[in-house]
């Protein structure tokens, strides 16, 4: 798969999904965590909002995971990145 042909906003935004159920938290509870509206952060899980770096750090934090971790998915895409 080419990197024009990934979506990243929809790779990133499920693998927030996934880490804020994986650690039982609903988006009411991730967002006030993270100093961002409920609404952004459903936007961000959606794919359709793009966020800036400051975000992904307080996303991340807020997790307990690394801000690589919000890239975990991108290594299953293969090496055509």
């Known amino acids: 798969m080419k990197q ?3 979506d990243f906003k929809k790779v990133v935004g499920r ?3 996934k880490l804020r159920l994986k650690a039982g938290m609903t988006q009411d509870v991730l ?3 993270c100093g961002i509206y409920r609404t952004y952060l459903s936007r961000v899980e959606a794919g ?3 966020p800036t770096l400051l975000v ?3 996303l991340a934090t807020s997790l307990g995971v690394h801000v690589c ?3 975990h998915d ?3 895409l293969g ?3």
């Open 4 to 6: 024009s042909e990934i």
């Open 15 to 17: 693998q927030v999904k």
């Open 31 to 33: 967002s006030e965590r």
């Open 48 to 50: 359709s909002a793009n």
């Open 56 to 58: 992904m750090i307080a």
């Open 69 to 71: 971790e919000l890239f």
């Open 74 to 76: 991108f290594d299953d």
């Open 79 to 81: 090496n055509d990145l």
